[in-house]
């Protein structure tokens, strides 16, 4: 089944060996995942050079990724500072899906469709009206809904559900349609992706570039370090410094049922404590979602995590027993220390870190890839990403 999951639109990247024209640019990203790979974008439309490097460019987390938009119905009772950023970059998703389309003539998948949260029995119900108190007292806009009206909204829903949420502002966007539209859009404008391992050049006190695994050295003025999961361990970066990522493996499933799709929002739910999600693509495809394991990096799909998913998306949704089970993915969320990420100047000069998205990897892709843009032009980084400097942990360990 992963067999079956390649993208088939990926653009061709260039070999490591032989024909680099070029070995210095303005900027090389080490990633061309979803982070990566916008943050190239964003640069290049400033009139940067950009190289990108990445060992595996077709299979980042964004391969496995749903692509919930989601600051409402994805809030946790500790990351209440990492709930502007992710309202900050929901806003974005509109002008920066409608330029990455018109610059590139390709779909995103962004869709304002909303998001309905359901609960399957009582203390799941409890648990949801606690979460929406909460968010209401920070501001946030969604509705309380009973099971009638749950059922209304969503007639596909099973029978007697006790009742919900609907967070109106909550969308989705294609993770592998918007990953491709950020290759082709860079590619446009002259951005190289390398298909390579990357060390990052340390001379004296500064990052100079990167080296390739031939041991090619690529300078640039400025590093970006977004390699996702791996992030810890690329090689050169110095150890006070390498960002405290860790990976947490997801597992989502790709379902197709024939017909017009049964799902107008998308759906996520909380089965006996436990979350669910399924997210009704325009075509027929339906995302179920995911797994969270602290297993190293390890990317085999577990037959169990197969069996949960199913079992709880089905006892929201029966009609999806009735689904083409298409693709198994697997996929490495970078977890950070306090799950928010790492964004801007590393502590080592030319190395700026745009990494530790964990859960939000392609909701922050805008707001991450626009800042990391502006520092690197201006020197400044922009105001909503001061609470996410990587040194923040250096002083947590040391306060
Ligand atoms: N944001 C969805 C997930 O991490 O599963």
């Not at 409608?98 to 119900?125: F, H, K, M, N």
């Not at 946030?140 to 829903?157: D, K, N, Y």
């Not at 089905?314 to 928010?340: H, I, K, M, Y």
Request: aromatic share 4%; hydrophobic share 45%; charged share 20%.
């Amino acid at each position: 089944l992963e067999g079956a999951s390649r993208p088939s639109n990926l653009i061709r990247v260039m070999p490591a060996r032989g024909s680099m024209r070029n070995n210095s640019s303005d900027v090389v990203v080490v990633g061309a995942g979803a982070i990566g790979a916008a943050v190239a974008w964003r640069c290049a439309q400033r009139g940067l050079s950009v190289i990108t490097v990445d060992p595996e460019p077709e299979r980042g987390a964004w391969h496995t990724a749903a692509g919930m938009l989601a600051p409402i119905t994805e809030l946790h009772y500790a990351e209440t500072p990492l709930l502007r950023l992710n309202l900050d970059s929901l806003a974005r998703y509109p002008s920066f899906a409608a330029e990455l389309t018109e610059a590139t003539g390709l779909p995103t998948g962004y869709l304002e469709c909303g998001t309905v949260e359901i609960a399957w029995d009582g203390a799941d119900l409890a648990a949801l009206r606690d979460l929406h108190a909460f968010g209401t007292g920070l501001g946030l806009r969604s509705t309380l809904l009973t099971g009638r009206e749950l059922r209304a909204l969503e007639p596909a829903l099973a029978a007697g559900l006790p009742g919900g949420m609907l967070a109106e502002s909550d969308h989705q966007v294609d993770p592998r349609l918007l990953h491709a539209a950020l290759l082709a859009g860079s590619a446009s404008l002259g951005v190289r992706t390398v298909s390579a391992t990357a060390s990052v050049d340390v001379q004296g006190d500064r990052a100079v570039g990167v080296m390739l695994e031939d041991r090619t050295r690529l300078a640039a003025g400025t590093v970006v370090l977004a390699a996702g999961a791996w992030s810890r361990g690329i090689a050169g970066v110095p150890d006070s410094i390498a960002p405290r990522v860790r990976p947490v493996k997801g597992q989502t499933l790709r379902l197709r049922l024939a017909g017009a799709p049964r799902l107008a929002h998308v759906v996520r739910g909380r089965v006996k404590g436990v979350p669910i999600y399924v997210l009704p693509r325009t075509d027929g495809e339906y995302v179920v979602g995911a797994s969270s394991e602290e297993v190293g990096f390890d990317r085999t799909p577990r037959a169990g995590a197969v069996y949960e998913l199913l079992r709880d998306a089905q006892s929201l949704l029966p009609e999806l027993g009735e689904a083409v089970l298409a693709q198994v993915c697997t996929g490495l969320r970078p977890g950070s220390p306090d799950n928010a990420p790492l964004v801007g100047p590393s502590g080592l000069d030319g190395l700026v870190l745009a990494t530790g998205h964990f859960r939000n990897g392609i909701l922050l892709s805008p707001v991450t890839a626009d800042g990391v843009a502006e520092l690197i032009t201006t020197g400044a980084l922009p105001e909503v990403l001061a609470p996410f400097l990587p040194t923040r942990l250096a002083k947590a360990v040391t306060a």
